[in-house]
């Protein structure tokens, strides 16, 4: 089945700074990949996502790379904000199978 | 308005007790799921339903009874709870069933067991 690792787990950054998250998958087969953001004493909510048959994408200060061949996708967050400090989860799924989520990175935004 | 909802936000009960947790979303989706968090925040899935009918049971113990009585609902009951079920417990829910389509979580609530 699908195995998702997430680096780093913990990640604290400058505010102002950029912060960068990367997720790998085993499935060559999986084709979609969200990425929630989970506040404290909230539930994930869905920040961006990425179908297999785009390379990148970007949403104002989130932007998400995908690398097939590689099996590697990655969360680039720019001049980050303190309220972008929250869990930060990668997810992999294929047609017809469960989301099999990663560990979860911890972003810290130190003002 | 709260598109997925979920009660109780806390539950703190004894070892042994019988529990329930309720879902409800109005995003008119027809899938629904409901994921246990552990302590180290890893989020895992248990159970999804389609349009009232499982569809995925991730290997939970009988102990753990999901019912769906509508397409909006989806609770979770738990029989003798041990302390290992002490976590928090979220429900989802999407447009269909494919799997490649973005899910739309609850606030959980945090089940502790004494």
Same mark, same amino acid.
């Given at each position: 089945?699908?195995?998702?690792?997430?680096?780093?787990?913990?990640?604290?950054?400058?505010? #102002?700074?950029?912060?960068?998250?990367?997720?790998?998958?085993? $499935?060559? @087969?999986?084709?979609?990949?969200?990425?929630?953001?989970?506040?404290?004493?909230? #539930?994930?909510?869905?920040?961006?996502?990425?179908?297999?048959?785009? #390379?990148?994408?970007?949403?104002?200060?989130?932007?998400?790379?995908?690398?097939?061949?590689?099996?590697?996708?990655?969360?680039?967050?720019?001049?980050?904000?303190?309220? $972008?400090? @929250?869990?930060?989860?990668? @997810? @992999?799924?294929?047609?017809?199978?469960?989301?099999?989520?990663?560990?979860?990175?911890?972003?810290?935004?130190?003002? | 308005?709260?598109?997925?909802? &979920?009660?109780?936000?806390?539950? %703190?009960?004894?070892?042994?007790?019988?529990?329930?947790?309720?879902?409800?979303?109005?995003?008119?989706?027809?899938?629904?799921?409901?994921?246990?968090?552990?302590?180290?925040?890893?989020?895992?899935?248990?159970?999804?339903?389609?349009?009232?009918?499982?569809?995925?049971?991730?290997?939970?113990?009988? =102990?753990?009874?999901?019912?769906?009585?509508?397409?909006?609902?989806?609770?979770?009951?738990?029989?003798?709870?041990?302390?290992?079920?002490?976590? %928090?417990?979220?429900?989802?829910?999407? =447009?269909?069933?494919?799997?490649?389509?973005? &899910?739309?979580?609850?606030?959980?609530? =945090?089940?502790?067991?004494?």
């Amino acid at each position: 089945g699908e195995n998702v690792e997430q680096h780093p787990s913990t990640l604290s950054v400058q505010e #102002g700074d950029s912060a960068v998250i990367k997720c790998t998958y085993s $499935d060559s @087969a999986s084709n979609y990949f969200p990425w929630y953001k989970q506040e404290l004493g909230k #539930g994930p909510q869905l920040i961006i996502d990425i179908r297999s048959n785009v #390379g990148e994408k970007k949403d104002q200060r989130i932007a998400v790379t995908l690398n097939k061949t590689a099996k590697h996708f990655s969360l680039h967050i720019t001049e980050t904000q303190p309220e $972008d400090s @929250a869990v930060y989860f990668c @997810a @992999a799924v294929n047609y017809g199978q469960n989301f099999v989520f990663g560990p979860g990175t911890r972003l810290s935004v130190l003002p | 308005d709260t598109a997925v909802s &979920q009660t109780p936000k806390y539950l %703190v009960t004894q070892m042994g007790n019988d529990k329930s947790i309720k879902c409800e979303q109005n995003l008119g989706h027809d899938t629904m799921y409901w994921y246990k968090q552990d302590s180290k925040k890893f989020l895992k899935i248990m159970f999804s339903y389609n349009n009232k009918e499982l569809i995925i049971n991730e290997t939970v113990p009988n =102990r753990f009874s999901p019912k769906s009585p509508d397409k909006a609902h989806l609770n979770l009951h738990i029989n003798s709870l041990e302390l290992g079920d002490s976590a %928090v417990y979220f429900c989802a829910s999407s =447009r269909s069933a494919g799997g490649n389509q973005p &899910q739309h979580f609850g606030d959980g609530t =945090r089940l502790s067991i004494l």
